[in-house]
């Protein structure tokens, strides 16, 4: 499974990166501190999951969704990772975005769920 990782806290970043690998929930990771980075990885990979915080300078988590929705042919599931779920969740009902999960941090274990459903869902081979 490829994942994409989005926090502008670089020692969050880190450490969700780390968890990832070490529980084998992906193969492949890239990692992006901000929102506009993760739009620039995502104009030259492809990935089966994204994980964003919500919180972040210049573009929030619901931004980096809408502009990535706008610029990839098959959107991944994505999920957002962050202390401040509840206005996540109200600004994404509101536009009626069809987010993959909204998890609180730091509920690794919830997190740990929504990526093994993500994955049981296709057969990945690496």
Known sequence: MR??????????????????LATNLASFIA?????????????????????CDYEMPELDGIDVFTLMKEMVLKMP??????GNVAMAKSIAQE??????????KPHFEQLTHTLHEIKSQKDFRG
């Open 31 to 51: 990692t992006a501190s901000s929102g506009r980075e993760a739009l620039n990885i995502c104009s030259s990979e492809d990935f089966d999951g994204v994980v």
């Open 77 to 82: 599931p994505f999920i957002i990772f962050s």
């Open 95 to 104: 536009k009626n975005l069809d987010i993959h999960a909204l998890i609180n």
């Open 3 to 20: 994942l994409l990782l989005i926090d502008d806290n670089l020692e969050v970043l880190s450490a969700l990166k780390d968890y990832c």
